[in-house]
């Protein structure tokens, strides 16, 4: 029986996301194994990382740096003592037999992500915790067509886990809140987010219950979306699916479920009886951690600006929409620039507009990314300038000064200069070319008089002509209106 959406309207949903972000450190977590994506299988793995009898490993201390790093921008508890445990389980690629991770002992705990609703208001997500691990070896099945291939280059890469309270209520919570927490690890430079390769990882636990209802409902985890987008198909998918199961008299069973991609369905991996116990215990081999005050301090002082704070400072300090806000804080590489930029130029919405529009459309065009964009933040705020001072027209400026900033070292001076396009806003010239139109034709200005006021744009069009388009249209309105009205 399907459920038609006056029945799927009395339920809600409740979803709680685990993300693991694969740290971008030169070596892995507890070896000095070189931690790189896309090498040839099984050459980045040495006897540590195999966990052979007499190794030890060692602590990779840039892993508590990032961890630490999240946890500031997160506004988390950092734990000032920490030891890490060892996770057991069987698996093909898991050569040492267990994972190292924190248990008990999480390095960050509590604090939240902030993001949008289905409203587009804020809200905030709380995090459970964040602690640090290792990665496991990667299992392909679709190379072979008989065997099941194992490659261990991935087997000890540092991983961050971020677990959050089951506070996200719908797919597209989820969606912004994944999108917030990519921004954040790029930002940070801690990971390079990109779900299609795997080094952001996301398993969603969703539930279902009754509006009004305190208990949570019988949760389900899905496992294996390379996307954000596929994310969210996934949660929608399984909403629907709790509900209509719901709805039917189907008991659920809490279980693990896969994302297919193509049929945009779950598929029952394993119930939770077949769940593993997994004999965690301290880990032997490793230092327990600590993390006194002035080390959070230390590590502070090296961040960026976050995302977050920026977006404050341009609406609140520079009274851009959020909307623009929102995309100049969406990417480092572009609120640097458009930082760089405003250090010259202080029309914060005109730099704003061009770095939306035509700066946008160059790298769209050129699947480049800014910094191999070619006009430096000084270069462009000449032509802002230039602009402000009414020296050139703004479509001037788009259409013909920009592309040539494009190809050439030049400043936008110059080239205005060049392609003479500088425009005349002196009020004696423009005065002269008034009453040069005035004087050819006198016919309209006695019309004007007799109350002909829709004549303004008539002797608009003259002082264009006469100026050979280069009068500065803003300053000769003004200047035209006031002799009109004096005539
Ligand atoms: P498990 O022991 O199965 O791993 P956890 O308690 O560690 O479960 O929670 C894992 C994730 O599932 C967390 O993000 C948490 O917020 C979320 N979660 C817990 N209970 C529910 C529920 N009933 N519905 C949806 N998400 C839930
Ligand atoms: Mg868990």
Known sequence: MAIDDSIKAKYEAVIGLEVHAQMLTKSKAYSNDINEYGASPNTQVSVVTLGHPGT?????????????????????????????????YFYPDLPK?????????????????IIRDENQEEKSIRLTRIHMEEDAGKSIHDVDVYDTLVDLNRAGTPLLEIVTEPDIASSTEAYNYLTEVRKLLRYLEICDGNMEEGSMRCDANISVRLKGEKAFGTKVEVKNMNSIRNVQRAIEFEISRQIEAIENGQPLTQETRAFDALKGITISMRTKEAANDYRYFPEPDLQPITVNEAYIQSVEKTMPALPRVLFEKYTKVYGLSSYDAYNLTDSKGIALYYEELIAFTSNYKAAANWMMG???????????????????????????????????????????????????????????????????????????????????????????KNGEKQLTGFFMGQLMKVSKGKADPKTSNSLLRQMLEEL
Do not use: W
Request: net charge negative; with cysteine.
């Open 56 to 88: 030890l490993p060692v602590m990779n201390k840039k892993t508590i740096e990032y961890a630490v790093k999240l946890g500031i921008a997160c506004g988390c508890t950092i734990a000032p003592e920490q030891y890490f445990a060892r996770k057991n």
């Open 97 to 113: 037999g267990y994972q190292i991770t924190q248990d008990k002992t999480p390095i960050c705990t509590g604090g939240s992500i």
């Open 358 to 448: 035509d700066v946008k459309s160059y790298l769209n065009e050129f699947g480049v990314e800014i910094d191999q964009f070619p006009i430096t933040p000084q270069r462009l705020s000449g032509l802002v300038t230039l602009i402000e001072q009414g020296k050139v027209s703004t479509s001037m400026a788009s259409q013909r000064i920009f592309p040539e900033m494009l190809n050439s070292e030049a400043e936008a001076i110059q080239i205005a200069e060049q392609l003479n396009l500088i425009q005349d806003s002196s009020e004696d010239s423009l005065k002269a070319f008034i009453i040069e139109v005035f004087n050819n034709h006198p016919n309209e200005v006695e019309r004007f």
